[in-house]
């Protein structure tokens, strides 16, 4: 016989588990330190991929001027100011990914409780209606 | 009114029962506009151009997630511009790059902004977008927004390059290369584009968050007027005086789609069909879950309250007590 109850309950577990739920269950398998270091440092790689290439596209801009005065440049501050500005980005986007995956990590982390509760309960129900057979 | 509520229901109705037939159909209708409009547009190589092929790359974003689409369509824009410059194509892949690295990637679930907002352009209502973000989304939207613009006039100047470009040297090659950043840079068109469509984003955002009635519909009313307003002062200012009155027809008609578009999704959205497939020891199920959309919020706090009327056991099922309805109310409202 169909147990109406159950279904309801896997249908819903069903459904969040398909949609919503599969980035949560994703991120529960990773401590929230290591997730969130990861994330940063996976942030901070494509900023400097990307900073590297807007330095590209500069000298590539400025490419007259670079060679005309390749040997009078003052490469030491050049080399500075460049440093300074990827600094600058960095941490921006360190500081930045690291409060927002730790607030989505939190976020998920509590949607995973109520899924938790919920598969307890059809487990409950499992339990209950072996006890009956 | 009437009417129209009841050929919202007609229409909601429809979509639930058809819902696993229709959505391919609609993006496949979608995919199909926006490769012709890029074809259209700047459709330089005529072997990406035969039905075929737009046909066969529509039909497989009709059945993938959106972001395979605009994966296609950034590559057949690119491919385009490659069959009659490489130079050209290789700044546009470095641009898109830079965007992508810095800023789109953080807003992955909004990735078909930056499709919408130049094929929008090129029907001359971009203005839609901003209004129906503000509507939907948060103000976060600003991000994948701005980099449309942005790819949308980049594509704008590659056309003109396009056709600067002549015999290959080194010495063009770093011309059409300064030509294109100066032009990107010192484009005050863009930028003001930019600004005009972020705030208007964050107005209909923050005027949609107010408690007050027809918060909706006063929001997007305020962004209409707002992207009226903004781009009259733009084009009064860029000297573009022949732009004003597509520019307030576009707008008038924006808000108007977004009026629709929001009468229908609060059915829409809340009747999303969920088909669903699990298993226990004794039977498959193919579950197709319907949410009780036609019961408004007034209505379920009655049904709420009168439990034990005759009429709520309707709605519940037989094999449940009344302990489980409360139970699974609770769960709804988290």
């Known amino acids: ?133 | 009114m009437l009417p129209l509520l009841e050929l919202r229901e007609r229409v909601k109705n429809f979509y639930q029962r058809y819902d696993m037939y229709l959505l391919p159909v609609i993006k496949f209708i979608f995919a199909l506009v926006v490769f012709c409009l890029i074809n259209k547009d700047i459709g330089y190589d005529a072997r990406l151009k035969s039905l075929p092929i737009v046909l066969g790359i529509s039909l497989l974003s009709a059945f993938t997630p959106s972001a395979v689409m605009v994966l296609l369509a950034t590559i057949i824009s690119v491919l385009h511009v490659y069959f009659i410059s490489p130079i050209l194509s290789i700044m546009i892949i470095a641009i898109l790059m830079i965007l992508y690295l810095l800023f789109i990637r953080y807003t992955p679930k909004l990735g078909y902004v930056l499709l919408a907002i130049p094929i929008l352009f090129q029907l001359k209502i971009p203005y839609m977008l901003p209004i129906l973000l503000g509507l939907v989304s948060t103000p976060v939207a600003m991000i994948p927004t701005s980099c449309g613009v942005i790819i949308y006039f980049l594509f704008q100047i590659i056309k003109n390059a396009v056709t600067m470009q002549n015999n290959i040297s080194i010495e063009d090659i770093l011309q059409l290369y300064t030509y294109v950043v100066d032009s990107l840079i010192g484009n005050r068109q863009m930028i003001m584009t930019i600004v005009i469509f972020s705030l208007i984003i964050m107005a209909t955002y923050f005027i949609r968050k107010m408690s007050f009635n027809y918060a909706f519909e006063i929001s997007i009313l305020a962004g209409g007027l707002l992207s009226i307003l903004g781009f009259l002062i733009s084009y009064l200012i860029l000297n573009r005086a022949d732009q004003i009155l597509s520019m307030i027809i576009g707008s008038i008609v924006s808000a108007g789609l977004v009026y629709i578009i929001h009468f229908f999704k609060l059915t829409l959205d809340y009747s999303r069909v969920e088909h669903a497939t699990f298993e226990d020891d004794v039977y498959y199920y193919y579950v197709k879950a319907v949410p009780k959309a036609t019961v408004t919020i007034s209505e379920v706090n009655i049904r709420h309250y009168n439990v034990k009327n005759s009429k709520a056991r309707e709605f519940s099922d037989p094999d449940t007590d009344e302990s489980d309805i409360y139970n699974f109310e609770e769960d709804n409202d988290n």
């Open chain 1, 1 to 133: 016989m169909l147990n109406f109850k159950k279904i309801r309950l896997m249908t819903k577990l069903a459904v969040y588990e398909k949609k919503e739920g599969k980035e949560d269950i994703y991120l529960s398998k990773y401590y929230k330190t290591d997730y969130v270091r990861f994330q940063v440092l996976k942030s901070i790689l494509s900023a400097t991929v990307g900073y590297g290439l807007i330095l590209g596209m500069i000298a590539l801009y400025k490419m007259e001027y670079l060679i005309k005065n390749a040997v009078t440049l003052n490469y030491k501050s050049l080399g500075t100011y460049i440093l300074g500005f990827y600094i600058m980005t960095i941490t921006v986007y360190g500081l930045g990914s690291l409060v927002y995956y730790s607030m989505k990590y939190d976020a998920s982390r509590k949607k995973l409780a109520r899924y938790f509760k919920l598969l307890k309960r059809l487990e409950k129900l499992y339990n209950d209606s072996a006890q009956e057979s």
